[in-house]
């Protein structure tokens, strides 16, 4: 089992910043790839970023490339997402995600074992 706690969300305006962190307790950090994906109001849950147990390989959506990036920190059981220019349409339930390490649809939220709770972030115009 691995239990994941999301945390670093809030209300911002329109451009400004924030860095999602999503602390991972339990089994082997290291030994799972993790993704971000978020949920708007009467949307489906839609895949956001993608980073391989190593730290490398990282996906993006098109609506985020160039201005989020996902990193972790393996020795802290740590994934972050830097969140930069925010636009109202990221208002968004973001959730991370831990999958198997050799995971290849990345981003297919079905083939993901761990989810956390949510955090929310709201970005006003």
């Known amino acids: 089992q691995v239990q994941l706690v999301e945390s670093g969300g809030g209300l911002v305006q329109a451009g400004d910043s924030l860095r999602l962190s999503c602390a991972a307790s339990?089994?082997?950090?290291?030994?799972?790839?993790m993704g971000w994906f978020r949920q708007a109001p009467g949307k489906e849950r839609e895949f956001v970023a993608f980073?391989?147990?190593?730290?490398?390989?990282?996906v993006y959506s098109d609506s985020v490339k160039g201005r989020f990036t996902i990193s972790r920190d393996n020795a802290k059981n740590t994934v972050y997402l830097q969140m930069n220019s925010l636009k109202p349409e990221d208002t968004a339930v973001y959730y991370c995600?831990?999958?198997?390490?050799?995971?290849?649809?990345?981003?297919?939220?079905?083939?993901?074992?761990?989810w956390g709770q949510g955090t929310q972030v709201t970005v006003s115009s």
């Open positions: 995600a831990a999958g198997p390490r050799g995971i290849v649809r990345v981003t297919t939220a079905s083939l993901y074992d761990y």
């Open positions: 339990g089994r082997t950090f290291s030994s799972y790839a």
């Open positions: 980073i391989r147990w190593s730290g490398g390989s990282p």
